[in-house]
């Protein structure tokens, strides 16, 4: 008998799950409030495909950040959605920074990251002449993709399979039943062997709706405001430039887009609650941030662009979160899939994180 699933969520990571779901001959439906898929937290993205180095090695968020980027070269070809592996240079601009790089390589090398290459102040030169910087590593795999060319890819692949996405959909409540779950949304009614929670920033509003599911492991959401400033003109840039982590991100970096256009961000900003204007006055930090490894930047030509909105966990120890996904085998209740935290480079574990989720729900 054909099962059935309910996925809360027409995210890139929502999708990815329902189509690794669809793949194996399961029936989806995905729920998405919003009347399109990927306009919350994908659209509002840089669209940068994450090789795999920052993450710690122990971490599901490593693990899955590069075997999704693998699976997402190879999906992007297949499907024919654009991208470019164009490369990134991280920079290191002081003799502090020089010796964090150089763990940073050693941490990344045991992640299973693929030709990285350190290289010195003239060699940074040569990949980029505008670039002020005592050492860099380059990362050869890192790229750019059209998150939405990836939306809808994903969207055509479930409908081909018999999947449906149902938009202006919200859930208000989910019960367990002693075949799978009754989903409530508004007057109607589902009946599904699965329920995904992959709601994003509202995934643990969601996870209070669950009724089966323990509010003791509902984790404490932080939201991080991350800015984004256009550059007026031709980028002097042909690779991502990246400066070293700072504490809830990756520092203001020089992102370009697959038309050539160049922005720079994310900042990070601690908020209550999601908004998605960008504040002119952040334009004075930007450019004293960017200036530590491009000192000739003209701020006149930086431009408010967009915002997004990262779905952080809290961690009780202090440490950097890592992705919570919390399947049956965990939390001991069948057909139940919830997700916390999936925030960057959840893009880049999209189609990682789906199989993830497909075999944790399925091969039980």
Same mark, same amino acid.
């Given at each position: 008998?054909?099962?059935?699933?309910?996925?809360? *969520?027409? +995210? @890139?990571? &929502? =999708?990815?799950?329902?189509?690794?779901?669809?793949? %194996?001959?399961? #029936?989806?439906?995905?729920?998405?409030?919003?009347?399109?898929?990927?306009?919350?937290?994908?659209?509002?993205?840089?669209?940068?495909?994450?090789?795999?180095?920052?993450?710690?090695?122990?971490?599901?968020?490593?693990?899955?950040?590069?075997?999704?980027?693998?699976?997402?070269?190879?999906?992007?070809?297949?499907?024919?959605?654009?991208?470019?592996?164009?490369?990134?240079?991280?920079?290191?601009?002081?003799?502090?920074?020089?010796?964090?790089?150089?763990?940073?390589?050693?941490?990344?090398? *045991?992640? +299973? @990251?693929? &030709? =990285?290459?350190?290289?010195?102040?003239?060699?940074? %030169?040569?990949? #980029?002449?505008?670039?002020?910087?005592?050492?860099?590593?380059?990362?050869?795999?890192?790229?750019?993709?059209?998150?939405?060319?990836?939306?809808?890819?994903?969207?055509?692949?479930?409908?081909?399979?018999?999947?449906?996405?149902?938009?202006?959909?919200?859930?208000?409540?989910?019960?367990?039943?002693?075949?799978?779950?009754?989903?409530?949304?508004?007057?109607?009614?589902?009946?599904?062997?699965?329920?995904?929670?992959?709601?994003?920033?509202?995934?643990?509003?969601?996870?209070?709706?669950?009724?089966?599911?323990?509010?003791?492991?509902?984790?404490?959401?932080?939201?991080?405001?991350?800015?984004?400033?256009?550059?007026?003109?031709?980028?002097?840039?042909?690779?991502?430039?990246?400066?070293?982590?700072?504490?809830?991100?990756?520092?203001?970096?020089?992102?370009?887009?697959?038309?050539?256009?160049?922005?720079?961000?994310?900042?990070?900003?601690?908020?209550?609650?999601?908004?998605?204007?960008?504040?002119?006055?952040?334009?004075?930090?930007?450019?004293?941030?960017?200036?530590?490894?491009?000192?000739?930047?003209?701020?006149?030509?930086?431009?408010?662009?967009?915002?997004?909105?990262?779905?952080?966990?809290?961690?009780?120890?202090?440490?950097?979160?890592?992705?919570?996904?919390?399947?049956?085998?965990?939390?001991?209740?069948?057909?139940?899939?919830?997700?916390?935290?999936?925030?960057?480079?959840?893009?880049?574990?999209?189609?990682?994180?789906?199989?993830?989720?497909?075999?944790?729900?399925?091969?039980?």
């Amino acid at each position: 008998m054909t099962r059935q699933a309910a996925i809360v *969520g027409a +995210g @890139v990571v &929502g =999708l990815a799950i329902a189509a690794a779901l669809a793949r %194996r001959g399961v #029936e989806v439906i995905v729920l998405e409030k919003a009347d399109r898929p990927g306009s919350e937290t994908t659209a509002r993205n840089s669209g940068v495909i994450h090789a795999g180095i920052y993450g710690a090695p122990d971490h599901l968020k490593t693990r899955l950040c590069v075997e999704g980027r693998r699976k997402l070269y190879a999906y992007c070809t297949e499907r024919k959605v654009d991208h470019a592996k164009i490369g990134k240079l991280i920079v290191a601009t002081s003799e502090d920074e020089v010796a964090a790089l150089h763990a940073l390589h050693t941490r990344a090398l *045991g992640n +299973g @990251v693929e &030709g =990285l290459q350190l290289i010195d102040t003239h060699q940074a %030169r040569q990949f #980029e002449p505008e670039l002020t910087a005592e050492a860099a590593l380059f990362s050869p795999e890192s790229g750019i993709v059209d998150a939405a060319g990836l939306v809808l890819a994903l969207q055509g692949e479930i409908e081909d399979l018999g999947g449906v996405i149902a938009f202006r959909t919200e859930v208000d409540h989910a019960e367990a039943t002693s075949q799978g779950f009754r989903v409530a949304c508004g007057d109607d009614v589902l009946e599904v062997d699965l329920l995904v929670n992959s709601a994003g920033l509202s995934a643990q509003k969601l996870a209070h709706q669950v009724a089966a599911y323990p509010e003791t492991r509902i984790p404490e959401q932080v939201l991080a405001k991350g800015n984004y400033f256009s550059w007026q003109g031709k980028s002097p840039f042909r690779h991502l430039i990246y400066p070293m982590p700072v504490r809830g991100g990756l520092g203001v970096h020089a992102t370009l887009d697959l038309g050539g256009g160049l922005r720079f961000g994310p900042d990070v900003e601690w908020i209550d609650a999601p908004n998605y204007q960008v504040d002119p006055n952040r334009r004075d930090a930007f450019a004293d941030a960017i200036r530590t490894w491009w000192p000739a930047l003209d701020a006149e030509r930086l431009s408010p662009d967009f915002a997004g909105v990262r779905p952080k966990l809290k961690p009780t120890d202090g440490s950097v979160a890592d992705f919570l996904i919390d399947l049956p085998a965990h939390h001991g209740v069948a057909g139940l899939a919830m997700l916390f935290g999936i925030e960057s480079p959840g893009l880049t574990s999209s189609l990682a994180i789906g199989d993830n989720v497909a075999r944790g729900l399925l091969d039980t």
